[in-house]
């Protein structure tokens, strides 16, 4: 009997110990990659006082970044209680050792996140912001359910004029700059979501520049057994490339191509539809019958077409020809007579990759600029969002590669 205690002794410490190692070692990968900015692990935290988790930095940076415990309903409406680190239960072990839970909260006046507050982080290397920059954001995540936030920088604004808007104590425009989500309109899916002016998009009341993977998380209980845990850890991340105008989305290394068919008739996407629509229109040498305007110019949807990867014959008689034209983010219809284009309708728009022609927007200083946030963002709706355990976080000032990104989705502890 005893030497069956100290073989099973000796196996459980050798698990552990390969843990340990695992954990090291994927953290060591994730800082070794160029261009990290901060990468929460929730296992570095401060040495004495709170006791906050903080980020691995590059060597020389002075902020590690501590992550405050918020509850932004109680903020801006000024009902719920305070948040603690207690209302983030932690896993323990995951791809670098522990992992923090996003209840599905019953309370509607209980929304906790945590965040690093906007004083705190304006003008540092988490602050990416305006031309000429390129941003990853990387999280590794259980999915329990849900489609909302999981990092980045995406104050959605609590000024949106609906039911859960009444009475609010502290109404403030949008603050948007680069977030990763969990699929959003695409449920389960890597979301990336940019924004160049902090607000709304194509004169919709949301921001529409947001890109899809085309795999989808599935959802799993978060209090499963820990085998099940074990196994089921995603790599989301997105990635915004300025040097070729490009907003990916990417579970566990893939992106994938997603289009959307028929974007007139989706809910959201059918104002990027009419924004492309008009910015046609504002080209025909002839005023269209549909053409608006009023229409603001710099919210035109046109990604480039300068010569198409196919073109597919629709129909053709009598001089009158329907073609199908792919571009690499759009898929139009057209009709030539006596080869001259007559009209054309937008078919089918890419959300993986996202034509993004745009910088990330650049609040004039810290009082209109939004906070980091995990696991939540402040917005209007108030709604629970994702729930699950997310086991890091991690922030790149550069756009990944594939060869990265699928490095940092192969990071598992060994079993």
């Known amino acids: ?49 709170l006791r906050r988790f903080t980020a691995h930095v590059p060597d020389g ?22 948040a603690t680190y207690a209302d983030f239960p932690q896993l323990g072990r995951g791809p670098f050792g522990n992992a923090i ?9 209980f929304r906790p996140f945590l965040l ?24 590794w995540a259980i999915r329990e359910s849900g489609n909302h ?15 859960e808007t009444t009475g609010i104590a502290k109404v403030e425009r949008g603050q948007r700059q680069y977030a990763l989500f969990a699929g959003l ?3 389960g899916s890597a ?21 899809n993977s085309l795999a989808q998380s599935p959802e799993v209980p978060a209090d499963s057994a820990v085998d099940v845990l074990d196994d089921s850890w995603h790599c989301f991340a997105m990635t915004f490339d300025h040097q070729n105008d490009e907003l990916t989305g990417w579970l566990d290394g893939v992106s994938g191509d997603r289009w959307l068919d028929q974007p007139k008739n989706d809910k959201l996407i059918s104002s990027a539809y009419n924004a492309y629509m008009q910015g046609h229109f504002s080209r025909t040498p002839h005023k269209e019958a549909e053409e608006d305007a009023t229409f603001p110019k710099d919210q035109y949807y046109n990604p480039p077409e300068d010569s198409p990867l196919s073109v597919k014959v629709i129909s053709e008689s009598a001089g009158k020809r329907v073609e199908l034209r792919e571009h690499r983010y759009t898929k139009i219809q057209v009709t030539m007579q006596a ?27 810290a009082k209109s600029g939004g906070p980091f946030t995990i696991g939540r963002v402040i917005h209007s709706s108030r709604s629970v969002g994702f729930t699950g355990w997310i086991g890091g976080v991690a922030v790149f000032d550069r756009a990944l590669t594939q060869v990265e990104l699928q490095m940092l989705a192969n990071l598992r502890l060994r079993r």
């Open 1 to 49: 009997m005893r030497t069956i205690l100290v073989v099973l002794a000796v196996v459980a410490n050798s698990a552990c110990y390969s843990m340990a190692e695992d954990r090291v070692a994927n953290e060591a990968t994730v800082r070794s990659i160029p261009g990290l900015v901060a990468f929460w692990d929730f296992v570095k935290r401060e040495p004495d006082g």
């Open 61 to 82: 940076a002075s902020n590690e970044y501590p992550l405050d415990a918020a509850n932004y309903v109680k903020d801006y409406w000024g009902t719920g209680r305070e």
């Open 101 to 109: 839970r996003i209840a599905k909260e019953s309370d509607p006046d």
């Open 116 to 139: 690093i507050p906007r004083s705190r982080l304006h003008d540092t290397p988490l602050d990416i912001k305006g031309d000429g920059r390129s941003v990853s954001v990387v999280v």
């Open 149 to 163: 936030a999981l990092a980045g920088i995406w104050h959605e604004g609590t000024d949106l004029k609906q039911t």
């Open 185 to 187: 309109n695409k449920q």
């Open 191 to 211: 979301c990336g979501h940019v924004s160049e002016n902090g607000a709304s998009s194509f004169l919709n009341k949301y921001a529409l520049h947001k890109c």
């Open 339 to 365: 080869g001259k284009e007559v009209s054309r309708d937008l078919v089918a728009l890419r959300l993986n990759p996202w034509w993004y022609p745009h910088g990330l927007y650049t609040p004039k200083d």
